[in-house]
């Protein structure tokens, strides 16, 4: 009885050790699963808070490519010849510190919130061996190189955020890196910037209304005498002969094409150039794009290049839709606005720093009467719409111009700034220098 009693004792002191430890691991198991599911919790925070961190370096980036002191900016505008030959870090940004309120509702899925975020810092740099010139502009079967420091390239951008876990498990920290696309293009288009007015017809009526002025003294002609200084900062003539083929010539003689222009283009067949065959190699500049079914105007207002009557570009814009821009009382920065058609409300005053390039690619630019309108019109496929009185203070290229409606005053004047790409390698304000929104890669 004894026995029997002794290994009842003995089984259930067996049973009990057993669901003891069966308890033991059970929650042993169960806390580790927990303290898993919290740091894979956390590590997640991490990664999106690391990538929430790109976005907030793209800001960064746009604001210091946008200043003319920006160690940034006046790196990546130096000559090619001048950028190393490994990799070299631009700058480093404390995203924490800079957009304090932004990092703060980003943690607020934190268990401390914003207390739980002790580093949340980007790099950026280049690699230089991964840096060449833009491709060449071919233009009435020449090909015509760019300046030494239009260029594109591959920006690298590396996010870290490092978040505290409150002791448990010290500190979680995830890098996200991400590649973009750079340019440093000039907004004047290639060539078609030197001439004043460049037209591939014969417009049938109007021309003899609209005085031209080529950017010297107010002449009408150009003597072919005149020094190749000077005509570095005038404008030239091109507008294709009338189709009764009546004795005509350019207002430049292609023959006395000053340098640059000499060597690639002497010689050029003006009625060779094919002003649609632009459009592809000026859509590879762009640097933002208006999603389809998208309004133009609303998307610059929402990117802050269109606020109050005040357009301030710095970049290449390409949009498949109309632009309807409104009269404006500032320029603050040019750029390149593409779009499908462009009509023109109202006034656009001088660019405060550098040259403003409207560019039609389907259809018609339409410039208002009687109010001044400072800017590269470019109609690749379309017309050039001039009516009353215009006063046009740029340059005109397009496959037509439509000159029907124009009344004696109307006045098209080129503005030497257009030469600044042209003649010299100088850094220059018609240069913009930004990135590719859409990255490249993602690690």
Not at 191 to 220: I, V, Y
Not at 377 to 397: C, I, T
């Amino acid at each position: 009885m004894r026995n029997r009693r002794g290994m009842i004792f003995v089984g259930v002191l067996i049973a009990c050790v057993v669901l003891f430890t069966g308890v033991l691991a059970f929650h042993f198991f169960m806390r580790e699963g927990r303290r898993s599911a919290y740091r894979s919790a956390t590590n997640e925070h991490a990664l999106v808070l690391a990538r929430a961190g790109l976005e907030l370096t793209q800001i960064h980036l746009a604001r210091a490519l946008s200043d003319p002191a920006s160690p940034v900016r006046r790196r990546l505008l130096a000559p090619l010849g001048e950028l190393t030959s490994g990799a070299e870090e631009l700058g480093t940004v404390d995203l924490a510190a800079s957009y304090p309120q932004l990092v703060e509702r980003l943690a607020r899925s934190l268990p401390r919130g914003k207390a739980s975020v002790e580093a949340l810092e980007a790099h950026f740099g280049i690699r230089a061996s991964e840096v060449g010139p833009l491709p060449a502009v071919t233009i009435g079967g020449r090909t015509v190189e760019r300046g030494d420091r239009e260029k594109h390239g591959v920006l690298v951008v590396e996010c870290t955020a490092r978040v505290s876990t409150g002791g448990l498990f010290g500190t979680l920290s995830r890098t996200v890196r991400a590649s973009y696309e750079f340019r440093v293009a000039a907004a004047p288009v290639t060539l078609l910037s030197d001439f004043t007015l460049f037209a591939q017809e014969h417009p049938t009526s109007g021309l003899a209304n609209l005085r031209l002025q080529d950017g010297g003294t107010a002449k009408d002609k150009l003597s072919s005498y005149v020094s190749l200084e000077a005509m570095k900062q005038r404008g030239w003539l091109y507008v294709a002969p009338p189709a009764s083929g009546a004795a005509w010539k350019p207002l430049l003689p292609v023959d006395f094409l000053p340098a640059p222009w000499v060597a690639p283009l002497g010689g050029l067949e003006l009625s060779a150039v094919n002003l649609p065959d632009l459009a592809p190699q000026l859509a590879r500049v762009a640097c933002w794009n208006v999603p389809a079914g998208t309004a133009y105007a609303p998307f610059l207002e929402a990117r802050g290049m269109l606020d109050g009557g005040r357009l301030d570009v710095g970049t290449t814009v390409r949009g498949t839709g109309a632009l309807e821009l409104p009269a404006l009382t500032g320029v603050r920065r040019g750029g390149v606005l593409m779009a499908s058609e462009i009509t023109i409300g109202g006034a656009i005053p001088a660019p405060e720093h550098g040259a403003l390039v409207l560019v039609a690619t389907e259809g018609s630019i339409r410039v208002p009467a009687g109010v001044p309108v400072n800017a590269q019109l470019v109609a690749l496929k379309g017309s050039v719409v001039l009516e009353g009185s215009p006063q046009v203070v740029g340059s005109v290229a397009a496959a037509r111009l439509d000159l029907g409606g124009v009344a004696q005053g109307a006045q098209l004047a080129y503005d030497a700034r257009f030469k600044d790409r042209a003649f010299g390698p100088g850094a220059g304000d018609n240069l913009i220098v930004d990135f590719a929104r859409k990255p490249l890669a993602v690690e």
